[in-house]
């Protein structure tokens, strides 16, 4: 008999960085992100990670609680859902998340009107899922190719759509703010979800905030990306293109990278970590 070989295959580490800065105009920071890394549920499913970033509006302290508070809900929600698939957990811990968030402006009225743009992602068993509400951005950079993974739910948007401007004239219009959809301003908000979105090791995301990318088009983005020595230098040279552009807007950037380890063998499943940006 001959002896049996265990072949492993590759096994996908996700690493992330996420830097945010008040920008240039802004006296307080109203975005906010977050990274949970290789989160385990008490019966052993691996729920994957989770990356949000949410910019928060409302004026004066509301902008800042409405994106603290979407993070911490969201990813509370998300890994204690009981949804079918990922894609369902996902959209229902925002929907929760918009739902309390919501509730808590109304009860008080010094918060009425805050709301937060959302995107996140989530990688687990080898594939990718996103979320986004509103006009904060997923980009992936596969090689050299960067692509917008998310379509902003924005006034300018819709008009591309409808072939009424240009992408280049919506990056300039003056109603290039005025977005459709965002979390807790209603009591119920359509989330769009996306996936499952096939990996490759060396595979990275962005996501942001439209502190990031109403300075700077997407090509100087890629180009500022791609000549970064690594996901903590790029973060950092990202906000640092935004505050040349001008910095007109809280900037947040997270930068999520896939990796491979070949025959990794049995590992140790490591703790949760989450690394957050507080405004």
């Known amino acids: 008999m001959k002896p049996t070989r265990e072949f492993q295959l590759p096994t996908l580490t996700i690493t992330a960085s996420i830097k945010t800065d008040s920008g240039c105009v802004r006296e307080t920071n109203e975005d906010n992100g977050r990274h949970t890394n290789n989160f385990v549920a008490d019966n052993g499913s691996d729920l994957g990670t989770l990356t949000i970033v949410a910019d928060g509006m409302g004026g004066h302290s509301s902008g800042e609680i409405a994106s603290e508070m979407a993070v911490t809900l969201i990813s509370r929600y998300y890994y204690s859902s009981t949804g079918e698939s990922i894609v369902d957990s996902l959209r229902q811990a925002i929907e929760k998340a918009n739902a309390e968030i919501y509730e808590s402006a109304v009860e008080d009225l010094s918060l009425i009107g805050m709301g937060t743009t959302i995107v996140a992602l989530v990688i687990q068993d080898g594939v990718a899922y996103s979320a986004h509400v509103g006009d904060s951005r997923l980009y992936r950079l596969r090689g050299h190719d960067m ?30 703010n005025i977005i459709l959809r965002a979390v807790g301003t209603q009591p119920s908000v359509e989330v769009e979800v ?5 990996l490759e090791p060396g595979d ?10 109403d300075m700077a088009d997407d090509e100087a ?22 505050i040349e552009g001008g910095g007109e807007d809280n900037i947040t950037v997270g930068i999520v990278s896939v990796s491979s380890m070949v025959n990794a063998g049995v590992r140790d499943v490591p703790a949760t970590r989450e690394f957050e940006v507080m405004a």
Do not use: Y
């Open 204 to 213: 990275q995301f962005l996501l942001c905030s439209d502190g990031l990318c």
């Open 194 to 198: 996306s996936g499952p979105i096939g």
């Open 147 to 176: 692509q917008r993974m998310t379509v902003d739910h924005s006034q300018v948007m819709e008009m591309v759509q409808m072939g009424l401007i240009s992408f280049d004239e919506a990056q300039h219009h003056e109603d290039k």
């Open 221 to 242: 983005i890629r180009r500022v990306w791609l000549g970064s020595s690594d996901i903590h230098n790029a973060a950092d040279s990202l906000v640092a293109l935004a």
